[in-house]
């Protein structure tokens, strides 16, 4: 009952939140605060208001946008777990999501490089068609592969990381 109530209250107020009337209501809010400012003489009583009120906010809508981040990946997460699971892909991958960044970084190698090996392939048996459509010596046939490896990115080596 309460999870319910909060999901249907945070998911009322992140959509609220994102809203372009609120943003300008809320420039309106600071441009009203900052004239203020002169009336109050520049008081801590006036600074304090707008940093109270604005810690407030803050620490609240990182809890909410927190909550609907979660709900929104794990439902993102059950999709692409039932399209692997129905689909031809490896019913492996279901659940690498709760992996660490390094078990996740070297699937994400090993399938680069599967599909390098799979590109290299198709390149191949390419060039031989094509080789095969004519007749010629087996060296033009190894420089048609060569140029297919080449056209492909040749052998699938250890990359550098590099930062996203």
Do not use: Y
């Amino acid at each position: 009952m309460i999870e319910k109530v909060f999901t249907r209250i945070a998911n009322r107020v992140a959509h609220l939140a994102g809203l372009p009337s609120t943003f300008a209501v809320c420039v309106l809010i600071v441009v009203a605060w900052a004239l203020s400012g002169p009336f109050f003489g520049f008081s801590d009583t006036w600074q304090l208001v707008i940093n109270t009120g604005t810690t407030i906010i803050t620490f609240l809508m990182v809890f909410l946008i927190q909550n609907t981040q979660n709900r929104d990946g794990a439902a993102i997460q059950a999709k692409l777990d039932e399209l692997i699971r129905v689909g031809r892909a490896h019913n492996h991958f279901i659940g690498i999501e709760h992996l660490t960044e390094s078990e996740v970084e070297e699937i994400r190698a090993k399938c680069e490089a599967a599909a390098k090996r799979h590109d290299r392939k198709i390149a191949e048996t390419a060039a031989d068609r094509t080789v095969a459509g004519k007749t010629v010596s087996r060296d033009n046939r190894k420089v048609a592969q060569a140029a297919a490896k080449k056209a492909v990115g040749g052998k699938s080596g250890p990359k550098k990381k590099t930062a996203a």
